[in-house]
């Protein structure tokens, strides 16, 4: 048996001359917890689709737990899918919501009973059997549709901005709530998001698409601390990118011009000397001084201003005319609009990515 329960092989769509999905390659392991992260119309909900039979694939093959599923309708697929809009039926209430695919499947009654009140229990609404959906919250509504889905007992639930229509507060709870019934429930998932804290949170892998590509597949720490691409890097957390050219690699690091200075980055095997690059560097990972610390990876620049957000405070420099941010925790040095600033970092938590 194959460890994967979902590959997608070259998989394209069109919709006319409108490529939606461009060769897309996943291969999404059994029990993983898989987020296509992306702006909007980056093709996420189109590749979900297809696994879920909505859609078919122009070019390619998808196969779900070992079988190839072109042709295979979505109901007779092993997957079921929770939407955003809920889709629950209002004059059912909500034991009868969940009931309603088994019924249409003729399972036996008690049997429906049991897998009923099993599902409503591990979304925790195992007393709201009698409600109607009117009478619940945005997040019970939305409870109750996993419910629904999960009582088929589904190898891959597919989930497409689950938690879009509700607040701040109640997501970050129900992201959490999510994550636990997945490994509870040990069953793959396959979620859509375009908010990265939330695929970062919830993901065991997360593949970030742009314009129908897969830009990078990888752990929420691989996609973080090294970006593949200027727009993984951009569109993942916040970083400061510099434009540079190589300058010299040695035994040891690359060297890459800066604003007239020269500095070390890990080395790069496939960049030649006079290549243009950029420079990714998170704000956490600068430091700011008044002083020059002749640190190898350090520029200077001009105090703008500190902006002070919670937990931590933004503090915004200009380097000729680039605004660049570093986030500080500790006690801070004051500076005045327009003094002379430094910043470094240790050249192993830059990333250097082509231009
Ligand atoms: P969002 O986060 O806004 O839902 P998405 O990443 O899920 O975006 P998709 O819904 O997959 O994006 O759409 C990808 C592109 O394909 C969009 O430009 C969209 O307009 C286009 N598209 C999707 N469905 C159709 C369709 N049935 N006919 C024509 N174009 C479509």
Request: glycine letters at 6%.
């Amino acid at each position: 048996m194959s460890n994967h329960m979902v590959q997608l092989n070259d998989v394209s769509k069109r919709f006319g001359d409108f490529v939606a999905v461009d060769n897309v390659n996943i291969n999404i392991k059994r029990g993983e917890f898989l987020t296509l992260l992306g702006p909007s119309g980056c093709g996420k909900t189109t590749t979900l689709r297809m696994i879920a039979g909505f859609e078919q694939p122009n070019e390619g093959e998808i196969i779900i737990n070992g079988q190839h599923v072109e042709g295979v309708p979505p109901y007779e697929r092993d997957v079921n899918t929770v939407f955003q809009s809920y889709a629950l039926f209002p004059h059912m209430n909500v034991a009868d919501n969940v009931a309603f695919g088994l019924k249409m499947k003729k399972v036996p009654k008690n049997e429906i009973e049991q897998r009923v009140h099993d599902a409503l229990k591990m979304v925790q609404l195992q007393d709201y059997a009698n409600r109607k959906p009117d009478q619940l919250s945005g997040g019970q509504k939305q409870r109750i549709a996993i419910a629904r889905a999960i009582v088929n007992n589904p190898k891959v639930l597919l989930l497409d901005e689950p938690l879009g229509a509700l607040d701040l507060k109640l997501r970050k709870q129900m992201q959490l709530e999510l994550k636990h019934l997945q490994q509870q429930l040990g069953i793959t998932f396959i979620y859509v998001t375009h908010d990265q804290e939330e695929a970062l949170t919830m993901s065991d892998r997360i593949a970030v698409m742009n314009k129908g590509v897969i830009e990078q597949i990888g752990t929420p720490d691989e996609i973080y601390e090294r970006p593949a691409s200027r727009f993984v890097a951009d569109f993942i957390g916040e970083t400061n990118l510099f434009e540079g050219v190589i300058l010299e690699t040695t035994d040891h690091s690359s060297y890459v011009e800066i604003s007239g200075c020269k500095i070390p980055v890990p080395k790069q095997e496939d960049c030649r000397v006079q290549d243009r690059v950029y420079l990714a560097v998170r704000p956490e990972r600068i430091r700011i001084s008044v002083q020059p610390g002749n640190h190898e990876a350090e520029l200077k620049g001009k105090f703008v201003e500190r902006v002070y957000v919670g937990s931590v405070t933004k503090t915004i420099i200009s380097i000729n005319d680039q605004s660049v941010v570093i986030s500080e925790y500790d006690e801070m040095v004051d500076m005045s609009p327009g003094q002379d600033v430094y910043i470094s970092w240790q050249p192993e938590k830059a990333v250097v990515m082509k231009g």
